[in-house]
């Protein structure tokens, strides 16, 4: 039984679960410390398996972390990977149980492992309001290049939304801010996260199916946590929003950008962001608790 009527909902590739490679980055960003860097390698735990390797991390401090907050609250992983991407990530592995799981940036609602029909239908009946996504593909290809979109590397995911490979340096950055304002006027949202380009329709997003998780639990209080743009409008509607110093909306963040000023960024980066965006939750219900 849950001790207050919370919902954590957070972001996993970059807020809660980081890549081999992010780590190497971190440490490598980190010389002057190195024995932090080998501690942070040698406790590092496996949490996603694929292509006969691990290659998703969280360190134990978070996994535990995460058990307890599990244990405690409603727990809602809300990822943009899709349903068969999402099923690599192992928690149960470290007894991290949870009932509901959004993937496909909030195209999907999984209740108990299967996927909640009704808000399928509510999906399905919001693309009324936005570009087909052949129309929009097409436009998008006119301003697509091999010098800075990987050939081939364009997929549409769980057919509700358009990604690709992308050379961040090379991208010409007028013209896709141009077609970024051009595709929004067609109901359709524009994110790059790393090396990926997303087209995303407004109408799938993580902030409305978490609303609709919370309204069918009776939830009075929401924890967000996230990276990305497209975690921002999940961030801006909770009650408390955190979010790693590290990523898309920090480096927008550090530009200026208005509409961030309700995130709580952390101060440490990488993977121990994920500790710290933990212990975080944990005060909160802290506070709740003494109030």
């Given at each position: 039984?849950?001790?207050?009527?919370?919902?954590?909902?957070?972001?996993?590739?970059?807020?809660?679960i980081?890549?081999?490679?992010?780590?190497?980055?971190?440490?490598?960003?980190?010389?002057?410390?190195?024995?932090k860097?080998?501690?942070?390698?040698?406790?590092?735990?496996?949490?996603?398996?694929?292509?006969?390797?691990?290659?998703?991390?969280?360190?134990?401090?978070?996994?535990?972390?995460?058990k307890?907050?599990?244990?405690?609250?409603?727990?809602?992983?809300?990822?943009?990977?899709?349903?068969?991407?999402?099923?690599?990530?192992?928690?149960?592995?470290?007894?991290?149980?949870?009932?509901?799981?959004?993937?496909?940036?909030?195209?999907?609602?999984?209740?108990?492992?299967?996927?909640?029909?009704?808000?399928?239908?509510?999906?399905?009946?919001?693309?009324?309001?936005?570009?087909?996504?052949?129309?929009?593909?097409?436009?998008?290809?006119?301003?697509?290049?091999?010098?800075?979109?990987?050939?081939?590397?364009?997929?549409?995911?769980?057919?509700?939304?358009?990604?690709?490979?992308?050379?961040?340096?090379?991208?010409?950055?007028?013209e896709?801010?141009?077609?970024?304002?051009?595709?929004?006027?067609?109901?359709?949202?524009?994110?790059?996260?790393?090396?990926?380009?997303?087209?995303?329709?407004?109408?799938?997003?993580?902030?409305?199916?978490?609303?609709?998780?919370?309204?069918?639990?009776?939830?009075?209080?929401?924890?967000?946590?996230?990276?990305?743009?497209?975690?921002?409008?999940?961030?801006?509607?909770?009650?408390?929003?955190?979010?790693?110093?590290?990523?898309?909306?920090?480096?927008?963040?550090?530009?200026?950008?208005?509409?961030?000023?309700?995130?709580?960024?952390?101060?440490?980066?990488?993977?121990?962001?994920?500790?710290?965006?933990?212990?975080?939750?944990?005060?909160s219900?802290?506070?709740?608790?003494?109030?």
């Amino acid at each position: 039984m849950r001790e207050k009527s919370t919902l954590f909902a957070s972001d996993l590739d970059q807020t809660l679960i980081y890549s081999h490679r992010t780590v190497m980055n971190q440490e490598k960003n980190q010389e002057k410390n190195q024995e932090k860097n080998q501690e942070i390698s040698q406790q590092i735990r496996p949490v996603e398996w694929f292509q006969d390797r691990y290659i998703s991390f969280m360190t134990p401090n978070a996994l535990s972390m995460l058990k307890e907050i599990a244990q405690r609250v409603l727990f809602v992983p809300v990822t943009t990977r899709t349903q068969l991407q999402y099923q690599r990530i192992n928690f149960l592995g470290y007894d991290i149980t949870h009932q509901y799981a959004v993937t496909s940036n909030g195209g999907k609602v999984f209740s108990k492992g299967r996927e909640d029909e009704d808000w399928a239908k509510l999906v399905l009946a919001g693309r009324e309001e936005c570009l087909a996504t052949q129309d929009l593909i097409q436009q998008f290809e006119s301003i697509s290049h091999p010098s800075w979109v990987i050939k081939d590397s364009g997929k549409m995911a769980d057919d509700l939304f358009y990604y690709c490979l992308i050379e961040r340096d090379k991208i010409p950055v007028s013209e896709l801010a141009a077609f970024k304002l051009w595709a929004s006027d067609q109901h359709w949202e524009l994110s790059v996260q790393g090396r990926k380009l997303y087209l995303v329709p407004r109408h799938v997003n993580k902030k409305v199916a978490i609303q609709y998780i919370k309204e069918k639990e009776g939830v009075s209080s929401v924890v967000a946590a996230g990276d990305s743009l497209l975690d921002l409008e999940m961030l801006k509607a909770a009650d408390l929003a955190l979010a790693p110093a590290h990523g898309e909306l920090y480096s927008l963040s550090l530009q200026g950008t208005q509409g961030l000023e309700k995130l709580r960024f952390t101060q440490r980066i990488g993977i121990e962001a994920a500790e710290e965006i933990l212990e975080g939750v944990l005060c909160s219900l802290a506070m709740q608790k003494v109030v």
